[in-house]
């Protein structure tokens, strides 16, 4: 390694939060803070309860109530975290990249394909790395799931269909919550919201989709957005996926099952990362990304003509991947830990079963 590569490793990359709710608070704040080489040097929000947390969590950080703020002084920061309402991750990652910054978008990345190309046409133009928060790619079920299927056994044989549901009981809609919001350019309603973190899931595992069905529908009374979704997709060599997404459901279905000719893997249960970011635990505590045996899914198979029917060990969860794998990006100029190309794939599908439920028709990504 050079001098000028271990001065590179050795610096501390100070990061900018822009929004202090959900997402900047219990999220992005505490990763950050908790990834070696990284830090929480400023956080903007306008709103006065949220300043105060922010001083409180991070007494060390700017607290700025605008982004106009930090683009006065762009070279104190290295990394920018848009945390913000959706309508605003556009114009906003756009304003960051320009003033010189590297950016991390939240989920959903836009509204549409066609603002999400903005923003990599910005970042292609500034030349400054561009990445989006798809977290659930580090869910402990799917780090599981992608190492059954890696394996040289072939545990389940040629797939067949694969179940994924984020599914909860919210029967109360929350007037003014951006989830809520039916104007198309707050990207409301669960399709964006947990859809953007299922159809990413099975994008990664299966590639993508050559047909798309949806049932977009409203439920709840006074509700103005999408709160019981299901999307079908459709891959080569005959994979199917089975989405789920609701707030109105007091029993949950299994959170994934996967199935092909020889065996099926099942499980129940989130992760437990974003339970455990909100009880103020963090990474590299004992326990981190763990649950019990009770909680670990089962494979049903057969190798070599000996059946197995057992509970299987699941991964732990690991959210911090996300930032070490973007640090490392930053300091090497290395590609990014999701890449933005892949995220407009999943709006594609997104804009895809919008369709698909208007019309009552699959739609064929082909055409």
Do not use: C
Not at 195 to 206: N, R, T
Not at 207 to 218: L, N
Not at 240 to 253: C, E, K, T
Request: glycine fraction near 8%.
């Amino acid at each position: 390694m050079s001098s000028s590569d271990a001065e590179l490793m050795a610096k501390t990359l100070r990061v900018a939060i822009l929004g202090y709710g959900l997402a900047g608070a219990v999220f992005h704040a505490p990763l950050i803070a908790s990834t070696p080489g990284m830090m929480v040097a400023a956080i903007v929000t306008g709103h006065p309860t949220r300043q105060e947390r922010a001083r409180h969590d991070f007494p060390t950080a700017r607290v700025l109530p605008t982004a106009d703020d930090l683009w006065h002084d762009p070279s104190a920061y290295d990394l920018v975290v848009v945390a913000t309402p959706n309508r605003t991750h556009v114009p906003l990652g756009i304003a960051a990249m320009k003033a010189g910054l590297p950016v991390v978008v939240d989920k959903p990345m836009a509204a549409s394909v066609a603002d999400a190309e903005q923003l990599i046409a910005t970042s292609n133009s500034a030349g400054k790395l561009l990445s989006v928060f798809q977290n659930r790619r580090w869910d402990n079920d799917f780090l599981t799931i992608r190492q059954l299927l890696s394996t040289d056994l072939d545990l389940l044989g040629p797939l067949t269909r694969f179940e994924s549901r984020y599914e909860r009981y919210r029967p109360a809609p929350r007037p003014g919550a951006w989830r809520e919001l039916p104007a198309h350019e707050e990207a409301g309603g669960l399709l964006y919201d947990l859809g953007s973190h299922l159809i990413d899931q099975a994008l990664q595992l299966f590639g993508k989709p050559i047909r798309v069905y949806a049932e977009v529908v409203t439920r709840r009374p006074g509700a103005e957005v999408d709160d019981d979704t299901f999307v079908a997709l459709e891959f080569g060599r005959g994979v199917r996926a089975h989405l789920w997404m609701s707030v109105i459901v007091r029993i949950p279905g299994p959170r994934v099952r996967i199935s092909g000719l020889r065996g099926t893997y099942e499980k129940w249960g989130l992760d437990p990362q974003e339970d455990a970011l909100r009880a103020g635990m963090r990474p590299g505590e004992p326990g981190w990304g763990l649950e019990p045996r009770e909680r670990w899914g089962r494979l049903s198979t057969e190798i070599s003509g000996v059946r197995i029917d057992s509970p299987i060990e699941t991964l732990p969860g690991a959210y911090e991947q996300y930032y070490a794998l973007l640090r490392d990006a930053l300091m090497t100029g290395g590609p990014p830990p999701v890449n933005p190309a892949d995220v407009v794939d999943t709006l594609r599908v997104i804009e895809a079963a919008q369709r698909s439920a208007q019309i009552n028709a699959i739609v064929d990504m082909n055409v």
